[in-house]
């Protein structure tokens, strides 16, 4: 199975400014016939269930505010906020896709500070 | 709109079973597969398997081989996932979730997810 390994595991950012959580996979999860990252990104709040916020390592779905950006290839990716709003914390996961099973990391907890 | 609704919470024993469904709705049941998600009480999320809702075909992850059942009944779209034996640590938010709309089983992201259903194995 592919490891995804999330950095760092909780972040503490005032508002307004940029917040940048990173994801590592084992092995690359770009598939060279198609140059596409097999890579989601999801946002989860306590009490709910996980919210998917990015796919194909960056591109937004729909509904997703600008401020949030995917970025990377190959074996590492970053999720970007550029501008911390209140109701931005939760903790946030990668998923990989490109092999079954398909497996996520462990979660980075976003906090205000 | 597409929506996921899940049973409510369950209580079991060690070794007994628990059975959770999943019904769909704002979409055609039979055009997308269902996965199955689980999180452990501060833990990341763990794929369990899946469920072809048009065929029953189904993939289980190695680790609940033998353990999970996958089924779906397609007149009331709804899918469930049954699993048997029982431990402590299958105490888990359970998810249900759909692939995603573009996306290319099983190479997929999932979305929209159920609400979840806590599954407590106590004795």
């Known amino acids: 199975d592919i490891v995804m390994t999330q950095s760092p595991d909780s972040l503490a950012v005032s508002l307004g400014e940029r917040a940048t959580i990173n994801c590592k996979s084992s092995q690359s999860v770009l598939y060279s016939s198609n140059n596409k990252n097999y890579l989601a990104w999801y946002q989860q709040k306590p009490g709910q269930p996980p919210k998917l916020l990015i796919y194909w390592a960056s591109t937004r779905e729909s509904g997703v505010p600008d401020r949030f950006s995917g970025s990377g290839s190959g074996t590492d990716f970053t999720l970007t906020i550029s501008s911390l709003q209140a109701e931005d914390v939760a903790v946030y996961s990668c998923?990989?896709?490109?092999?079954?099973?398909?497996?996520f990391g462990q979660g980075t907890k976003l906090e205000i500070k | 709109q597409v929506q996921l609704v899940q049973s409510g919470a369950e209580v079991k024993k060690p070794g007994a079973s628990v059975k959770v469904s999943c019904k769909a709705s704002g979409y055609t049941f039979t055009a997308y597969y269902i996965y199955w998600v689980r999180q452990a009480p501060g833990q990341g999320l763990e794929w369990m398997g899946w469920?072809?809702?048009?065929?029953?075909?189904?993939n289980y992850a190695q680790n609940f081989q033998g353990r999970v059942t996958m089924t779906r009944d397609t007149a009331i779209s709804t899918a469930y996932m049954e699993l048997s034996r029982l431990r402590s640590d299958d105490t888990a938010v359970y998810y249900c979730a759909r692939e995603g709309e573009g996306a290319t089983h099983p190479y997929n992201w999932f979305v929209p997810w159920g609400q979840g259903t806590l599954v407590t194995v106590s004795s």
């Open positions: 998923q990989q896709y490109y092999n079954t099973p398909a497996t």
């Open positions: 469920i072809n809702p048009n065929s029953g075909g189904t």
